[in-house]
C-alpha cells in the first residue's frame, strides 16, 4: 500500500512534443505528491508538487494533473526542450510522516 | 539561501578506511535525510533528523554512523563499508511539519 508506480520507465519525445508521465498509488492517506527532476551526478530538484485538494498545477512549462478518485497523478511537459532531458520521479508522502515514497523514476529524453 | 551542500563531491575509500561526508543548510530546516541512490533507482531513505535528534533509522547496517552537531549540519560517518555501498549519498533537508524537501548535489562514493 505503501507504493507509488510509475511509468513509463523511459520516453523519447521530440523537441516540442508534450511527454506524460504518470504515476498510481494506493494509500489514500497521501496528501502531498511532489515530482522530482534529476540530471545525471546530480541530486534531484524539485520541480513541482500538488495536494489533493486541487486537479491541476501549473508552474511553467510543467503542468501537474490529479485525479484522487482514480488515484492517479501525472506530469505534463509543455514545449519539451533537449534541456529537459533527465530522469524524473514521482513521490508520495503523508504531512509531516517526513517520508517520501518514490516512485521508480522515468527517464525523459527529448530529442532536437 | 534555499542551497543544500554536500562535501566531499567524490570519495574513493577501502573497505577498511573511516571517512564521514558533510551536509550543510542554513535555510533554517529542522528535518535533515540521509538517501542512498544506486544506479537508475530513486533514492532510498537511510535517516531522518528532527529537531537534531534521529527520528527514523531505516534498518540501516551500523557500518554507517549518522550525526547532527547543530541544525544546519548533518554528518555520516563510514567504516568498514562494502563494495555494494558504493552509490551517490544525498542529503536533503525540509521544515518540520512539511514534506517539501531539498536535496543536495550528492557524494559519489566508491568503495575498493
Known amino acids: 500500500q505503501q507504493q507509488v508506480k510509475q511509468s513509463p520507465q523511459s520516453l523519447i519525445v521530440q523537441k516540442g512534443g508534450i511527454p506524460i508521465i504518470n504515476c498510481a498509488y494506493e494509500?489514500?492517506?497521501?496528501?502531498?505528491f511532489p515530482w522530482y527532476q534529476q540530471f545525471p551526478g546530480k541530486g534531484p530538484a524539485l520541480l513541482i508538487a500538488?495536494?489533493?485538494?486541487?486537479s491541476e498545477k501549473k508552474e511553467g512549462r510543467f503542468t501537474i494533473s490529479f485525479n484522487k478518485s482514480a488515484k492517479q497523478f501525472s506530469l505534463h511537459i509543455m514545449d519539451s526542450q533537449p534541456g529537459d532531458s533527465a530522469t524524473y520521479f514521482c513521490?508520495?508522502?503523508?504531512?509531516?510522516?517526513?517520508?517520501?515514497?518514490f516512485g521508480q523514476g522515468t527517464r525523459l529524453t527529448i530529442n532536437p | 539561501d534555499t542551497e543544500v551542500t554536500q562535501t566531499p563531491k567524490h570519495l574513493v575509500m577501502g573497505m577498511t578506511n573511516k571517512k564521514s561526508l558533510k551536509c550543510e543548510q542554513h535555510?533554517?530546516?529542522?528535518?535533515m535525510y540521509w538517501y542512498k541512490q544506486k544506479a537508475k533507482k530513486p533514492p532510498e531513505l537511510m535517516f531522518v533528523?528532527?529537531?537534531?535528534?534521529?527520528?527514523i533509522n531505516e534498518s540501516v547496517p551500523s557500518r554507517f554512523s549518522p550525526e547532527c552537531p547543530n541544525s544546519s549540519l548533518l554528518n555520516l560517518h563510514l567504516h568498514a563499508l562494502q563494495p555494494e555501498d558504493s552509490a551517490l549519498y544525498l542529503c536533503?533537508?525540509?521544515?518540520?511539519?512539511?514534506?517539501?524537501?531539498?536535496f543536495g548535489p550528492g557524494t559519489r562514493l566508491t568503495v575498493l
Open positions: 533528523y528532527s529537531y537534531e535528534k534521529l527520528s
Open positions: 494509500n489514500t492517506a497521501f496528501d502531498y
Open positions: 500538488i495536494r489533493p485538494d486541487v
Open positions: 535555510m533554517g530546516h529542522r528535518a
Open positions: 536533503a533537508s525540509s521544515a518540520r511539519f512539511y514534506n517539501e524537501q531539498f
Open positions: 513521490a508520495a508522502s503523508i504531512e509531516g510522516a517526513q517520508k517520501l515514497v
